[in-house]
């Protein structure tokens, strides 16, 4: 593909921000599940605050096209399920790449090519995940290894608390809850990224917001 990879500059300042709208969104939802003592959850019935998508539109974009208004929205995405920004751009660079030598430059034959590389992603980090767990199973952790504090001291305890809770999930939960209240997908859309059917959608994001409100009720 010879399009240019546009400056990745933008992506770690906002990282913040992109934690704060994540876990907002999951802190309302399990507050609210709390007060009404239920356990339904419908994460489909949301209103959608997205843009619309190019296959709702109508056309068919370029890859060129979909990769400058894509790739930053794909990188946020990869940056939640894997939890560092070199790898997610990894992640969403060879998504791309394996678009384009599938694909080309036109992308007609695709009925939706942003759920492609949505899928795309979401695989990629699962490929990610388990390599780590291989890696650290057999590599101690060095003496004194903490993460980098940068996100903790930016960002307010609540949220913190939300991010420590969504990290004690199991991966689907964590793909699940993400895809809804990062990328707010449908149920249909969630179901078709993880290959899952609605029903499942739905008891594992019921299941998971369930295990948040203890964990988070435990911190009390």
Do not use: C
Not at 199 to 219: H, I, M, P, W
């Amino acid at each position: 593909m010879t399009t240019a990879t546009p400056p990745v500059t933008a992506v770690p300042w906002e990282r913040p921000a992109s934690w704060r709208r994540l876990t907002a969104g999951l802190r309302a939802r399990v507050l609210a599940r709390t007060r009404a003592g239920t356990t339904q959850d419908a994460p489909g019935t949301e209103p959608r605050t997205g843009t619309r998508t190019t296959a709702e539109a109508g056309r068919s974009p370029g890859i060129e096209e979909l990769y400058h208004h894509r790739r930053l929205s794909l990188v946020r995405l990869a940056v939640l399920l894997v939890d560092d920004l070199p790898t997610a751009e990894d992640v969403v660079q060879d998504a791309f790449t394996a678009l384009f030598r599938r694909h080309g430059h036109r992308l007609a034959r695709l009925d939706d090519p942003e759920a492609y590389l949505r899928t795309s992603v979401v695989n990629a980090a699962r490929s990610v995940l388990r390599r780590r767990r291989t890696a650290r199973a057999h590599t101690p952790v060095p003496e004194g290894h903490a993460p980098a504090p940068e996100e903790d001291v930016l960002l307010h305890e609540d949220h913190r608390e939300v991010l420590a809770a969504l990290g004690t999930l199991t991966r689907r939960q964590r793909e699940v809850l993400v895809l809804r209240y990062w990328s707010h997908l449908t149920e249909a859309e969630i179901a078709s990224t993880l290959g899952l059917s609605r029903g499942a959608v739905k008891s594992t994001a019921s299941r998971a917001l369930d295990a948040l409100g203890r964990r988070l009720e435990g911190l009390r």
